[in-house]
Antibody
Framework: QVQLVESGGGVVQPGGSLRLSCAAS????????MHWVRQAPGKGLEWVAL????????YYADSVKGRFTISRDNSKNTLYLQMNSLRAEDTAVYYC??????????WGQGTLVTVSS | SYVLTQPPSVSVAPGQTARITCGGN??????VHWYQQKPGQAPVLVVY???DRPSGIPERFSGSNSGNTAALTISRVEAGDEADYYC??????????FGGGTKLTVL
């Protein structure tokens, strides 16, 4: 069965950096695009970034463009999100998710990122 | 940027039918996906490509999409259906877009 396990969340000061990881299993990781989606406390879902199956194309929400970088290592079945210049408004649960067509068919359980001094 | 509009809340009695709408400019030309999220849990896909159901999702969940409105319909609503529901599309200019979410309350 598909499993997506995020790690790397925690508390970071404004202006700091953090790298999230997502270990994937149960499917051919190198054949699928992957997303990061976040959810601020008590708020709705916000798409963050998408990377194509081979890493050839990357797409970002305007709110994170230039600060966040999505990447993947298909040899390790792992997805990453490098987050720099973090702001209080980046505080959220970050979900790793598998692309299914133009949607998302599987989600991880999420990792909490808190940006606070 | 492309915007999806959902009602903040919908309430329905057990056994009745709930209809959650998702409005967007010419949304009928896009594929709409719906997710269910219960408190403290990750979202789960319940309808994809307007009206298809993933395996394991009850037939009570159905979707439609035409013109400027897509809808998720839940028949014979149960207490366990109480959750937040989000619609989502892919837009060529905005990439992935989520609606603001609808809280379904089972009375």
């Amino acid at each position: 069965q598909v499993q997506l396990v995020e790690s790397g969340g925690g508390v970071v000061q404004p202006g700091g950096s953090l790298r999230l990881s997502c270990a994937a299993s149960g499917f051919t990781f190198s054949s699928y695009g992957m997303h990061w989606v976040r959810q601020a406390p008590g708020k709705g879902l916000e798409w963050v970034a998408l990377i194509r199956y081979d890493g050839s194309n990357k797409y970002y929400a305007d709110s994170v463009k230039g600060r966040f970088t999505i990447s993947r290592d298909n040899s390790k079945n792992t997805l990453y999100l490098q987050m720099n210049s973090l702001r209080a408004e980046d505080t959220a649960v970050y979900y790793c998710a598998k692309a299914g067509g133009t949607g998302i068919d599987y989600w991880g359980q999420g990792t909490l990122v808190t940006v606070s001094s | 940027s492309y915007v999806l509009t959902q009602p903040p809340s919908v309430s329905v009695a057990p056994g009745q039918t709930a209809r959650i709408t998702c409005g967007g400019n010419n949304i009928g030309s896009k594929s709409v996906h719906w997710y269910q999220q219960k408190p403290g849990q990750a979202p789960v896909l319940v309808v994809y490509d307007d009206s298809d159901r993933p395996s394991g999702i009850p037939e009570r969940f159905s979707g439609s999409n035409s013109g400027n409105t897509a809808a998720l319909t839940i028949s014979r609503v149960e207490a366990g259906d109480e959750a937040d529901y989000y619609c989502q599309v892919w837009d060529s200019r905005s990439d992935v877009v989520f609606g603001g979410g609808t809280k379904l309350t089972v009375l």
